[in-house]
């Protein structure tokens, strides 16, 4: 909104000139998503305090610590990441863009979706909210929706296309499956936040690093000269995603303040389901699907673990991990919550390496 109303005016004033910078609007939407969460955080949080008396629904079958170190503890502060991360995004992003638009009518979507999850989780007083079924189809019909268009506005040469990282000048054309794929890259990274999102400060700060990742992804893959040096497949316009990411780095980070342990508040699914889908949005405008997966991989392993926990179970009637998410697992076995968290954040730190080291070695 800043940038289209005040561009036009840079003739006169030379100082808007800044405006014509992503870097700067990027940094610009970080703070500003940050100071937000800030100045709102604790307010959300007594409003949170005082319509959810008991707080959020603590799982029987759970670490018998959550019991008593969570119990009270408000849910639905996702509400805190999708407000700061929309009006800093609304702010400072050019909203000529279709990419932004995209991308923030999928946060929004999902963390609507999650917000009615919690709130029947809430009204029940239970962990299950909405059937996973029902979640699930609204979620596939959201993605699809999304990577239709996305698929239909990228060059022409990238329709349909899927990349590979460490392979330069190529990538494998699916034609109509390339829908599917994407509607599972969104979805996935949707869902696999939200199983990560189990301890204080577990999945936020994974998502905060994942971010800047592909911040930097997003910088690159929209400039022709950097694209061009790095040899990977250049689209255009999606440059002004960053500012986007940089808003939801900063909403991040206000949201870790409040969430770091002991949590005042929980994100919830409105939170988690928001922020998932939108990373899994932006590897998918940004051609880099598989990228994700290896930025994300800490998320992947969560995932993971649910899939062979159920299935193993189901064919042996037996179990592979005490519980699942794997992060439950080792606290069954006895880890602090915080030693958890620490460690599943340097993978998460590794992973992310990694996965900006594919821009390079090709």
């Not at 923030?104 to 059937?131: C, E, F, I, Q």
């Not at 794929?181 to 999945?203: E, K, Q």
């Not at 022709?224 to 002004?240: C, D, N, R, S």
């Not at 909403?251 to 699914?269: E, T, Y």
């Amino acid at each position: 909104m800043i940038y289209n109303l005040l561009y036009p005016h840079v003739e006169s004033f030379s100082a808007l000139n800044l405006l014509r910078y992503i870097t700067f609007r990027t940094g610009a939407a970080l703070l500003t998503a940050l100071i937000i969460s800030f100045v709102l955080g604790a307010p959300l949080i007594r409003w949170l305090k005082s319509k959810q008396v008991e707080g959020q629904p603590i799982r029987d079958d759970g670490p018998a610590s959550h019991l008593v170190t969570k119990k009270g503890t408000p849910t639905m502060g996702g509400v805190l990441i999708l407000f700061s991360l929309t009006l800093s995004t609304l702010l400072w992003a050019n909203l000529a863009n279709h990419y932004i638009w995209v991308v923030v009518l999928v946060t929004l979507s999902y963390g609507l979706l999650g917000a009615y999850d919690d709130y029947l989780k809430l009204t029940k007083r239970s962990h299950r909210g909405l059937s996973g079924k029902k979640k699930l189809l609204i979620q596939l019909i959201i993605a699809g929706i999304a990577v239709w268009y996305v698929d239909d506005v990228v060059p022409h040469k990238l329709s349909h296309a899927l990349t590979f990282p460490f392979i330069k000048d190529f990538f494998l054309n699916l034609g109509w499956f390339y829908i599917p794929w994407g509607i599972l890259v969104i979805a996935g990274a949707s869902n696999a936040v939200n199983l990560t999102d189990g301890l204080d400060g577990l999945a936020i700060v994974p998502v905060i690093i994942a971010a800047t990742c592909f911040t930097i992804i997003s910088y690159l893959v929209g400039n022709h000269i950097f694209a061009k040096y790095l040899q990977i497949h250049y689209v255009e316009h999606v440059g002004e995603l960053c500012v986007f990411m940089g808003a939801l780095i900063g909403a991040g980070l206000g949201f870790l303040w409040f969430n770091a342990p002991p949590a005042r508040v929980f994100m919830g699914d409105t939170g988690s389901l928001a922020v998932g889908g939108a990373l899994g949005c932006i590897g998918v405008i940004t051609k880099h699907e598989i990228v994700l997966a290896i930025v994300g991989g800490l998320f992947v392993l969560e995932t993971a673990s649910v899939i062979l926990q159920v299935g193993y179970y189901k064919l042996t009637k037996k179990r592979i991990f005490l519980m699942a998410p794997i992060h439950h697992h080792f606290e069954k076995k006895g880890w602090a919550e915080s030693t958890i968290v620490i460690r599943f954040w340097i993978i998460a730190t590794i992973l992310a390496l990694v996965g900006l080291s594919t821009l390079k070695i090709r």
